[in-house]
């Protein structure tokens, strides 16, 4: 496989010495692997901090900035970031007024940020985190035990993000992170495998002319392996699959997220897809946003993610924000 690559032992260090080139706004720590926003620590505001296996971009370092995270930690490819990253995170982004932890479901990230946290607080920095658990696909999946997190991860930390830059206290920015997480759902599907830099070949095996349903952003294996279908056929089942266990009584955000490698025409038209078949289940669409922020490197494939949200939630998540990733409203 080709990859615009140098060699595989400093895919990381390399992205993060340009994002610092194209980022000014943003302090990369290439050394130690942290990216801090500039104006870190903010007084008086809870601090948030998330981090994950790199290949996932723009998921975390992305999403660093106004109206969201105030660091993230980059691990090795599909690998999580270790507690010495997220206690320097912690401690470069702390005013005092707490931090907020931001957890996807695999147990690395896990383990690693419940020992962080516990150093973080040795050094006087008060900690709490949100577990991010939304992918409905399976249970107990290959790295996970229950759910894995994944699209909602975005939700969590935009809507918390917009709390803590409008000056909530730790308690309350926590309360609303699980109240995002509880509401949200996902599910994902394959069309072709990704290709991590260190194998230079496909993670998993998926014939032509099959997909995977329910896939995770690893490649973890999902419910089961079809015959190729439509757009349409794909956005039913999808839809269907997180309306099982998500009965929205009120409005949902909708996020239609690209695995990395599909382009935008085909995105938007599995956007209509998935407007068609909530429309046809009675469920109203506030937002929606299409493209690329929780990805699987090269995977093609796509995932729905949807969560139910009242005025307050609405009105976080339309709150101005600006990272590399997301921004509007500034």
Known sequence: MKMLINVPETVVPDALRGMAAAHPELNVD?????????????AGKVALVSGGGSGHEPLHGGFVGRGMLD???????????????????????????GVLFVVKNYTGDVLNFAMAAELAEDEGIQVASVLVNDDVAVRDSTYT??????GATLFVEKIAGAAAEEG??????????????????????ALAACTTPAKG????DLPPGELELGVGIHGEPGRERRAMMTSGEIADFAVDAVLEELRPTSPVLALVGGAGGTPL?????FAGEVHRVLAQRGVNVARTLVGNYVT?????????????VDEELLRLWDAPVRTPALRWGC
Not at 145 to 150: E, I, Q
Not at 201 to 204: E, H, K, S, W, Y
Not at 265 to 269: D, K
């Open 71 to 97: 660091a993230a930690c980059p691990g090795e490819v599909f690998t999580s970031p270790v507690p010495d990253q997220m206690v320097r995170a912690a401690a470069a982004v702390d005013s005092g007024a």
């Open 296 to 308: 699987s490197l090269d995977m093609a494939g796509a995932s729905v993610t949807l969560c139910q």
């Open 265 to 269: 025409l085909e995105l938007y038209g």
């Open 145 to 150: 035990a229950g759910r894995r997190g994944t």
């Open 168 to 189: 909530m206290p730790l308690e309350r920015v926590e309360t609303l992170a699980r109240r995002v997480n509880e509401s949200s759902r996902s599910f994902g599907v």
């Open 30 to 42: 290439v050394e130690h692997r942290v990216i801090v926003r500039r104006d870190a620590p903010v």
């Open 201 to 204: 070949g496909p993670t998993f």
